[in-house]
């Protein structure tokens, strides 16, 4: 499966962002899906996932917990990362990734994802 993120941009502290994760290729509902980001000098670092199916299980990090949702789109085939009240340290490269029928707390490992998509930029600052 072939991944595409889009959505990043820049925005200003306090704003939102709406990013997007297209798959082509599969049936993305058969796939679970997460966000990762990578901050410039940081290690990757989870950001949201929700499992395969009907996506009833989702995980997010603490640090995004009451600011971000991830949801699934399935008429579009998408998985989308809603992000709202942004601070500068959201500043990142976002990755979306792919894992088939993958469920459960390890969706929150970047090395349970057999595919990757390229990232997009978001840009938190005033």
């Known amino acids: 499966v072939q991944l595409q993120a889009s959505g990043g941009g820049l925005v200003q502290p306090g704003g939102s962002l709406r990013l997007s994760c297209a798959a082509s290729?599969?049936?993305?509902?058969?796939?679970?899906v997460g966000w990762f980001r990578r901050a410039p000098g940081k290690e990757r670092e989870f950001v949201a996932a929700t499992s395969w199916g009907g996506g009833s299980t989702r995980y997010l990090a603490d640090s995004v917990k009451g600011r971000f949702a991830i949801s699934r789109d399935n008429a579009k085939d998408t998985v989308v990362l809603q992000m709202n009240s942004l601070e500068p340290e959201d500043t990142a490269v976002y990755s979306c990734?792919?894992?088939?029928?993958?469920?459960?707390?390890?969706?929150?490992?970047?090395?349970?994802?057999?595919?990757w998509g390229h990232g997009t930029q978001v840009t938190v600052s005033s």
């Open positions: 290729g599969r049936t993305f509902n058969n796939y679970a």
């Open positions: 990734a792919a894992e088939l029928t993958g469920w459960g707390p390890r969706l929150m490992r970047g090395e349970s994802y057999s595919f």
